[in-house]
Every structure is written in structure tokens, then in C-alpha cells.
T-cell receptor, first 113, second 112 residues
Framework: DQQVKQNSPSLSVQEGRISILNCDYTNSMFDYFLWYKKYPAEGPTFLISISSIKDKNEDGRFTVFLNKSAKHLSLHIVPSQPGDSAVYFC????????????FGDGTTLTVKP | NAGVTQTPKFRVLKTGQSMTLLCAQD?????MYWYRQDPGMGLRLIHYSVGEGTTAKGEVPDGYNVSRLKKQNFLLGLESAAPSQTSVYFC???????????FGPGTRLTVL
């Protein structure tokens, strides 16, 4: 039973356009959500997070939206740049599962020049 | 600040051999984690530690052991390696739990 799902394994967008990466979760006890970015042969790095008391968090070109009723979050990148090409992991945590993070399978974003 | 470092970066083992992966962090974080990542999959938690001298099982602990004798180090051991343990292993640490995690660069392990 996968509690965090990223249903799109890959996404390709043109430079300058918007990239939208989606993530769904099933456990209503999750209350803290994070996005990590991973380049090949490197470890994941933290990108942006959101607490369940908010529905939006913005950091420069990156915005995360949380829809608790739908158990859905999305990461928007505007404008997309070739350097954004990477694998993006969604992660969820909370009082459930002893606070440990549960990761989705990742979405590979390719931004074409 | 080196952050989170992992040793070694690559390793090839034969079935039945044993080895230890070392993770070190210089951020004085209480919490440390070991994950494995297989192709097309996310990060799966093997074991974690909530402080020096403590360890706990994660999602996929079978075939692995861990130790946290010092706050800055978290060791992952494979007692008898199997081909199913071929994977990329990531160590991470955090100051809060749950909280954002800082990851090491990974160890690519192949078991023949």
C-alpha cells in the first residue's frame, strides 16, 4: 500500500514555461510535506515544504500547493529552466509512522532549451 | 561544513560477503537515517536513529544492521550480502523529527 504516489514518472516542458509536478497521499495523519530535488549521482536536496495548516508556500520560482480535502499537493516551477532538469521526490510525514518520512517514487523533469 | 558524507562511494561484493557503510554528519543532528533507492522507485527507509545509542527498524530492515555509537556517525552493515541488496544507499540526518533531511551523496553497491 503506497501511501505517497507520484503518478507521472516523467514530465517534459519547454524552457520558460510552467512545470507542474503532482503528488497524492492516502494517510490523513500526514501533516508535513516536502519536495526534494535529485541530480544524477548526487543525494536528494531539500527544495520546499508545506505544513498542513497552510495551503500554499512560495519560494522564488517554486510554489507548493496543498489540497487537504483531496489529499493532493503540487509543485509549480515558473519559469522553468534547463537547470531544473532533475528527479523530484515528494515526501510526507507526521505523527503517524513515528514521524518518519514516506517518499513517492519520483518524477523526472526535463526542461528543454 | 562537509554536511553528510558517506564512505565508500562505490563497492562491488560477492554474494555472502559482508561490509559496513559509514555515514558521518557534522551538523550535530540528533536524527539519522539509512535509505535505499532502486531504479524507478523512491527512497525506502532501512533503519533510523533518534539519538546516540538508539536504532530502530524502518520499512525494509531485513538483512541489515546498524549502530550509532557516536552522535555524528551512523553505520549500516550487511552481514551476508545478496544480489537483492544491489542498490544505491543514502544516509540522511535531520535536527527535527519529522523535518527536512540532509542527504549524503550515496553509495552504489553491486552484489554479484
Amino acid at each position: 500500500d503506497q501511501q505517497v504516489k507520484q503518478n507521472s514518472p516523467s514530465l517534459s516542458v519547454q524552457e520558460g514555461r510552467i512545470s507542474i509536478l503532482n503528488c497524492d497521499y492516502t494517510n490523513s495523519m500526514f501533516d508535513y510535506f516536502l519536495w526534494y530535488k535529485k541530480y544524477p549521482a548526487e543525494g536528494p536536496t531539500f527544495l520546499i515544504s508545506i505544513s498542513s495548516i497552510k495551503d500554499k508556500n512560495e519560494d522564488g520560482r517554486f510554489t507548493v500547493f496543498l489540497n487537504k480535502s483531496a489529499k493532493h499537493l503540487s509543485l509549480h516551477i515558473v519559469p522553468s529552466q534547463p537547470g531544473d532538469s532533475a528527479v523530484y521526490f515528494c515526501a510526507a510525514s507526521g505523527n503517524t509512522n513515528a514521524g518518519k518520512s514516506t517518499f513517492g517514487d519520483g518524477t523526472t523533469l526535463t526542461v528543454k532549451p | 561544513n562537509a554536511g553528510v558524507t558517506q564512505t565508500p562511494k562505490f563497492r562491488v561484493l560477492k554474494t555472502g560477503q559482508s561490509m559496513t557503510l559509514l555515514c558521518a554528519q557534522d551538523m550535530n543532528h540528533e536524527y539519522m537515517y539509512w535509505y535505499r533507492q532502486d531504479p524507478g522507485m523512491g527512497l525506502r527507509l532501512i533503519h533510523y536513529s533518534v539519538g546516540e545509542g538508539t536504532t530502530a527498524k524502518g520499512e525494509v530492515p531485513d538483512g541489515y544492521n546498524v549502530s550509532r555509537l557516536k552522535k555524528q556517525n551512523f553505520l549500516l552493515g550487511l552481514e551476508s550480502a545478496a544480489p537483492s541488496q544491489t542498490s544505491v544507499y543514502f544516509c540522511a540526518s535531520s535536527s527535527t523529527h519529522p523535518g527536512l533531511e540532509f542527504f549524503g551523496p550515496g553509495t552504489r553497491l553491486t552484489v554479484l
